[in-house]
Structures are given as structure tokens and as C-alpha cells.
């Protein structure tokens, strides 16, 4: 485990701040988060970050992958625990919030090729490798203080669009599933095959605004269509893992790149797996899982630090965007990880 301590006398505020609040258990009101706060929101990289975001929506969405698409820089900020309040972001969230489909789901500028079985031109569309992350941005950062937990209650917007993503789910996970705009477009897999991506984004985005279906032991009872399609999806998640070698539903492989440390929460690998299932009290129970927390212990230095294995270009200028010496970022997600689990 890494030292506290060390996370806590970090130079990079975001680092001091989260682990106040999730590892040191301090509330938003303590003088030490609010001091910290105040240096996140203030530093040049902070700020540096916001001001891309207000040239919301960006490029036309080429690839899911891209780590330098805007809605994944969006996502990030919601992590560090940026909120609406915070300077320049209700400029972008209201950006975002101007082009919702008729489900609830943001829409990107996307195009797809006629080749691929989309209509070749620009349009506003989503796509479940997308629209989840975007209602998990927007939910976590659309309130009144970074310490109000989300809720996807009956009758908000937010619970409409929940609802219509579980009933989107299937007894597999969540399959490859795009808005009519794209046409026929469908990614290189089996309808009757899970999107691994797809079912790790919505189940980060249930994990956070559902609290009941994260905390619940087994799959919820009868009539209770969130804890049961969540269910479903961790156990895709970990079925793909224990049958790594054989089984790559879309092509998402959980080989060797998948298994190098890598921030931030960009793509499908094994840190963001993690950080979703340890989530769920019953995904931790899992020997699976623990399997892959195993792993992930055995990468510690010996002071406890991670050390990105893999590294993202867009974000260079971060501590995580290098692989030669410990990121404290990534020291605290890891270190996050496996809190959950000694809690049980």
C-alpha cells in the first residue's frame, strides 16, 4: 500500500486533495481539503485543462480511443473533482448539454464511413462507448459542492437516460450499440458478444449515481433491472479476464498492453477495470478480481509507488504522462484500489 504520507506531501494538489477526501477520509469543509482545493483550481495545468475544455465539443470524434478527445479530458476533471461552480465549467457543461438525443444521451460530432455502415457525413450521434462517460462527467460535476454525491433519482434527466442505458444491457453485458444517426455502423464483433468498453462505462457511470446497486452484495432483488444488469456486466468484465486468452469480444484483448499501468481512465486496461469493479462489494468477493488485484500489487516499488508501464501523448505534461519515475496520480489510484478492498 502506498504510504499515505507520501501522497499527502505530493506537489501536485489534485494528488493532496483527492487523497484527503478518499483515503484520509476528511470532509469538504476540513481547512486542509478546502486549502487544497483551492490549490487544484488554480494551478496552471488545472487551469490549462479548463481552458481547452470551453472549446467544447472539439474534432469530430475519429476514435474512442484518442485520449485527447475532449469528452475524456472531461471526464478527467471530473475525477480531480472539478464541479459546475468551479471557473469556465458551467460554460462547458452547458455546451454539452445542448445536444441530448431523445434517450437522454449526449451526443459527439461523430462520422462514419459508408464502408464501415454509417452515412459518411457529420453528424450529432452517440454511441455506448461514449454516452455513458459523458452522463458520468456531467453527473459528477453538475452539482453544488464537489462532496454531493449524484443520484440518478426517478424522474430526472439523469435517471431517464440510466434507465435507458440497463435496458440497453443484456443477460452478456452491454453489446456494441450506436444512435440511428450512425446508421448501420457496428463494431468487429458478434451481436451476441459483449463491448467490453461499453459495459466498463456503464457500470462506472452506475456506480456513481446509483449507491444501492453499488454497495449490494449479489444481484438485487426481482424487479430491480439496475442491480441485475449490473450484475451482468461484472461478471462479462471478469469472464473476459479468466478467459483472457481465448476470448476477445470486439477485439478487446486483456494481453500485455492491457495489463500496463496507465492514467488516466482512457481506454479499456487493467487500472480502469479495477477502478470500476472494486466499486461493487460483490465484484470484490470475486477470485477474480482478486487475481487482478494481485497483479496490480505486484507492480509497487519497493516505497510502495507505481510507475506508469504506458503512457498517453496528450497528456505529457502530467506526472503520468512519462514512464521513467512513480506518478503520484497513479500512486493514488492504485492506492485507492486497494483500500476498497480491505474494507471489504
Given at each position: 500500500?502506498?504510504?499515505?504520507d ?10 493532496v486533495?483527492r ?9 469538504e469543509d ?7 482545493r483551492?490549490?487544484m483550481v488554480?494551478?496552471p ?17 475519429a476514435s474512442?480511443k484518442?485520449?485527447g478527445q475532449?469528452?475524456?479530458r472531461?471526464a478527467?476533471a471530473a475525477d480531480?473533482g472539478?464541479?459546475e461552480t468551479?471557473?469556465g465549467?458551467?460554460?462547458v457543461?452547458s455546451?454539452v448539454?445542448?445536444?441530448?438525443s431523445?434517450?437522454g444521451f ?17 453528424t450529432?450521434a ?23 454525491l449524484?443520484?440518478a433519482?426517478?424522474?430526472s434527466?439523469l ?9 440497453l444491457?443484456r443477460?452478456?453485458?452491454w453489446?456494441?450499440?450506436v444512435s440511428?444517426?450512425?446508421g448501420?455502423?457496428?463494431g468487429?464483433?458478434k451481436?451476441s458478444?459483449p463491448c ?9 457511470l ?9 454497495d ?6 426481482a ?8 450484475a451482468?456486466g461484472?461478471d462479462?468484465?471478469l ?7 481465448v476470448?476477445?469480444p ?9 495489463r500496463k499501468?496507465k492514467?488516466?481512465?482512457v ?14 462489494r ?5 477470485p477474480?478480481?482478486?487475481e ?6 505486484s507492480?509497487a516499488d ?5 510507475t ?5 501523448k ?13 506518478s ?13 478492498f480491505e474494507?471489504?
Amino acid at each position: 500500500m502506498v504510504p499515505l504520507d507520501r501522497l499527502l506531501a505530493s506537489p501536485y494538489p489534485w494528488v493532496v486533495y483527492r487523497s484527503l477526501l478518499d483515503l484520509a477520509d476528511l470532509p469538504e469543509d476540513h481547512e486542509r481539503v478546502r486549502d487544497a482545493r483551492q490549490q487544484m483550481v488554480s494551478h496552471p495545468l488545472v487551469l490549462q485543462l479548463a481552458e481547452c475544455l470551453r472549446s467544447w465539443p472539439g474534432t469530430v470524434l475519429a476514435s474512442h480511443k484518442s485520449a485527447g478527445q475532449l469528452y475524456h479530458r472531461l471526464a478527467f476533471a471530473a475525477d480531480l473533482g472539478l464541479c459546475e461552480t468551479d471557473t469556465g465549467m458551467a460554460e462547458v457543461l452547458s455546451r454539452v448539454r445542448i445536444h441530448r438525443s431523445g434517450e437522454g444521451f449526449y451526443q459527439l460530432p461523430t462520422q462514419v464511413p459508408v464502408h464501415f455502415g454509417g452515412t459518411g457525413e457529420e453528424t450529432w450521434a452517440w454511441a455506448l462507448c461514449d454516452a455513458p462517460l459523458l452522463l458520468y462527467a456531467e453527473a459528477r460535476m453538475a452539482r453544488p459542492g464537489p462532496s454531493v454525491l449524484p443520484a440518478a433519482g426517478e424522474g430526472s434527466e439523469l435517471g431517464r437516460a440510466v434507465s435507458a442505458l440497463v435496458a440497453l444491457g443484456r443477460e452478456f453485458g452491454w453489446p456494441c450499440v450506436v444512435s440511428r444517426e450512425l446508421g448501420r455502423f457496428r463494431g468487429p464483433g458478434k451481436k451476441s458478444d459483449p463491448c467490453p468498453y461499453a459495459t466498463l462505462l456503464v457500470l462506472k457511470l452506475l456506480a456513481a449515481v446509483i449507491p444501492s446497486v453499488r454497495d449490494g452484495a449479489g444481484p438485487g432483488p426481482a424487479g430491480d433491472p439496475a442491480s441485475a444488469a449490473a450484475a451482468a456486466g461484472i461478471d462479462s468484465l471478469l469472464d473476459c479476464w479468466e478467459h483472457s486468452l481465448v476470448r476477445h469480444p470486439y477485439m478487446f484483448y486483456m494481453g500485455t498492453d492491457f495489463r500496463k499501468l496507465k492514467a488516466p481512465f482512457v481506454w479499456y486496461d487493467l487500472l480502469h477495470v479495477l477502478e470500476v469493479l472494486s466499486q461493487y462489494r460483490r465484484a470484490r468477493r470475486d477470485p477474480r478480481l482478486l487475481e487482478m488485484r494481485s497483479l496490480l500489487l505486484s507492480k509497487a516499488d519497493p516505497d510502495g509507488l507505481y510507475t506508469p508501464e504506458s503512457a498517453w501523448k496528450a497528456w505529457e505534461d502530467w506526472d503520468f504522462g512519462q514512464k521513467k519515475a512513480p506518478s503520484h496520480w497513479l500512486s493514488f489510484l492504485a492506492c485507492r484500489i486497494l483500500r476498497r478492498f480491505e474494507d471489504g
